[in-house]
C-alpha cells in the first residue's frame, strides 16, 4: 500500500529500529524465492491430501495404512505453517492487507507468534512419530500393526500436535507489540527480549533431544532390514532422514545463535533466515513423498490420467521411510 493510503492508525504503531539492516537486493530475492517456492508446495500438498483421501476413501490398500494417515496429519502440519507464515508474518511484513492486521491489532500478533512457536514443536514431532512408526515396522514385522490401529493411532496424532499446542502456551507471557516497517508493512514482535531468548533455549533443547533420538533411529532401521530389501532401499531411506535431520539442526543452530546471542541476529537478519528455513523445513515432505512413495506417485498419476491403471502393482509402502 501507498503512504497516503495507509490508515492514521498505522502511522501511531512504533517503527521497528535496527542498528544493522539486510540488504534490499538479498531481502528481496530471498523472499521471493521463498514465495514461488511455496505457491508451487501448496499446490504439489494439496493435490497429494486429495489423493490420499480419496485413495483411503476407496479404501486402496497400499494407501490405507496407518502410516499414510499418520502423513496426512503431518500434511496438516505442514500447511498449517506455511499458512501462519505467510498469512502472520510475511503478508503483514510486505504490507498486504495492512488494515485487516490494524483492526485485529495486537492480538493478532499474539495469535501468529503463538502459532509459529507452536507448529515448530508439532514438525518436530510429526517427524518422530513417523521415524517410530517406521521403526515398529522393522523391529516388529509380526505385530506392528497391531500398535498402529484403532485409538493408539489417535495417540500419536494428539502427540502430533497436542506437545506443539501446550509448550507453545509459555508465549502467552511474554508481551507483543505491532511495529512499522520501513517498507509500510506490519511486524508483530516480543517485548521482553530476555524471556525470548529462553524460548529459544528452550526450543533449541527440544530440537536437539528430537535431533539426537532421529539420528539414533536411523541406522537401527537400516540395520533391521532383511536381505532381500534393496540396496537402493537403504540408499533412499539413509538420503531421506539425512535431509530432515539436516534441517532439523540448520534450525537447531539458529535457535542457538539467537537464544545465546552469538552473532548478534537484528530481528530483521534472523527472521529472514529462520523464514527461509522455516519454508524448508514445511515444505520438504511433499517432494519426500512424491520421489519415495512408489504407490502415492502411481496412484496420483492413474488418478490424473497420465498412465494406466495396474491391478498387479505391488505395494512398497511398509519399508518406506518418509518423513
Known amino acids: 500500500m501507498t503512504s497516503s493510503s495507509l490508515p492514521s492508525s498505522f502511522w501511531d504503531l512504533p517503527l521497528s529500529n535496527n542498528s544493522l539492516t539486510v540488504d534490499d537486493k538479498i531481502t528481496f530475492a530471498v523472499e521471493t524465492t521463498q514465495f514461488v517456492i511455496f505457491c508451487i508446495t501448496m499446490t ?172 539414533t533411529s536411523t541406522p537401527m532401521i537400516i540395520k533391521s532390514r532383511t536381505k532381500e530389501r534393496a540396496k537402493m532401499r537403504e540408499a533412499h531411506l539413509f538420503t531421506m532422514s539425512t535431509i530432515i535431520v539436516g534441517v532439523q539442526l540448520c534450525i537447531l543452530i539458529l535457535f542457538i545463535f539467537k537464544g545465546a546471542d552469538i552473532l548478534a541476529f537484528t530481528s530483521d537478519q534472523f527472521y529472514l533466515v529462520y523464514n527461509a528455513v522455516s519454508d524448508l523445513y514445511a515444505s520438504i515432505n511433499p517432494y519426500l513423498l512424491w520421489v519415495f512413495s512408489d504407490s502415492l506417485r502411481k496412484y496420483i498419476l492413474q488418478r490424473l490420467g497420465f498412465i494406466k491403471k495396474n491391478k498387479n502393482i505391488t505395494s512398497v509402502t511398509p519399508i518406506t521411510f518418509v518423513l
Open 44 to 215: 504439489i500438498y494439496l493435490l497429494i491430501v486429495w489423493a490420499l483421501i480419496e485413495a483411503q476413501q476407496r479404501r486402496v490398500e497400499e494407501l490405507s495404512s496407518p502410516f499414510f494417515k499418520l502423513c496426512l496429519s503431518t500434511a496438516g502440519v505442514d500447511i498449517w505453517t506455511l499458512l501462519t507464515n505467510y498469512l502472520g508474518a510475511m503478508f503483514p511484513k510486505w504490507g498486504w492487507f495492512v488494515p485487516i492486521y490494524l483492526f485485529l491489532g495486537n492480538g493478532y500478533g499474539r495469535v501468529y507468534l503463538y502459532f509459529a512457536w507452536s507448529t515448530g514443536i508439532c514438525q518436530a514431532m510429526s517427524v518422530s512419530v513417523l521415524a517410530s512408526n517406521r521403526l515398529s515396522v522393522m523391529l516388529f514385522p509380526t505385530s506392528f500393526h497391531k500398535m498402529w490401529m484403532g485409538y493408539r493411532l489417535w495417540v500419536a496424532i494428539a502427540i502430533q500436535y497436542l506437545t506443539g499446542l501446550l509448550i507453545g502456551l509459555a508465549t502467552f507471557f511474554n508481551e507483543v507489540q505491532l511495529f512499522r516497517n520501513g517498507k509500510n508493512g506490519i511486524v508483530p514482535k516480543f517485548l521482553n527480549t530476555t524471556l525470548t531468548n529462553r524460548f529459544f533455549a528452550i526450543g533449541g533443547v527440544f530440537l536437539l533431544v528430537n535431533c539426537i533420538y532421529l539420528h
